[in-house]
């Protein structure tokens, strides 16, 4: 299903964070650097740098998500790892969970993101940007920007994201048509505005894709094939 998502394929890198294995696939790198590409203009040299910030941003902010979700994996006995790829990443953990512990390991992802908003807003409340390099208040704005509002959005009842997975754990995993419905509703409310207020094509495209896959896991339910 997902582009790199095998921690085995070629062209991957792999450590250890923590205790958690760590993939990462070099797809993971085109979507940032494309999306980052589009959105700074101005000076080339300037320009790169401010690409690299964007990178780094994303790659901090994703990582960060998945550690929370694996820390929420261990405090309940799993050993998970963490794969990054060409669509995002996912912690991953073997095991069997209550239907409270899936909703905590569910969550897990996108408090860290508010959490790593939050240190970025007081760090920068409580210093002096007028004193501090360009590019570290550069830094600290984008990860207030891509965690908060990121973080917001993964929450939507949108499968597969995490609020999508946290709506099926409220509901005991019953109704998928339901589920698929409000899913792919919400996505495509969701695209719809980003495009609108942020004038974002690819937000516009990437929910676009997650209302029509929640409207095709609605059809396979309704007839049987769930």
């Known amino acids: ?9 070629p062209g991957t890198l ?23 590409s589009s959105g700074f203009g101005g000076d080339p040299v300037e320009q790169t740098r401010y690409l690299f910030i964007w990178v780094l941003v994303f790659f901090v902010s994703i990582m960060g998500h998945e550690l929370g979700h694996a820390l929420a ?5 799993g050993k998970a790892q963490i794969i990054i790829h060409g669509m995002g990443g996912m912690a991953v953990s073997q095991g069997s969970y209550t239907r409270r512990q899936k909703i905590i390991i569910t969550i897990g992802g996108p ?4 959490m790593m908003a939050a240190l970025s807003w007081f760090l920068l409340s409580v210093l002096n940007p007028e004193t501090l390099n360009i590019y570290v208040v550069r830094f600290l704005f984008m990860m207030i920007w891509i965690n908060s509002i990121w973080s917001a959005l993964n929450l939507l009842p949108v499968y597969p994201l995490d609020g999508g997975q946290l709506l099926g754990h409220i509901m005991h995993e019953r109704k998928p048509v339901l589920r698929g419905k409000i899913g792919g509703i919400t996505a495509a409310i969701a695209g719809l505005l980003l495009f609108i207020k942020l004038n974002s094509i690819f937000a516009a495209i990437m929910f676009g894709f997650l209302a029509y896959q929640n409207f095709q896991a609605a059809e396979r339910a309704r007839r049987g094939y769930w």
């Open 73 to 77: 994996y261990r405090k309940y006995g």
């Open 111 to 114: 408090a860290v993101g508010f």
């Open 1 to 9: 299903m997902f582009f790199g998502a095998d921690p085995n394929q």
């Open 14 to 36: 792999r450590f250890n964070l923590f205790r958690f294995p760590v993939s990462i696939h070099w797809s993971f790198w085109i979507i940032p650097l494309i999306w980052g």
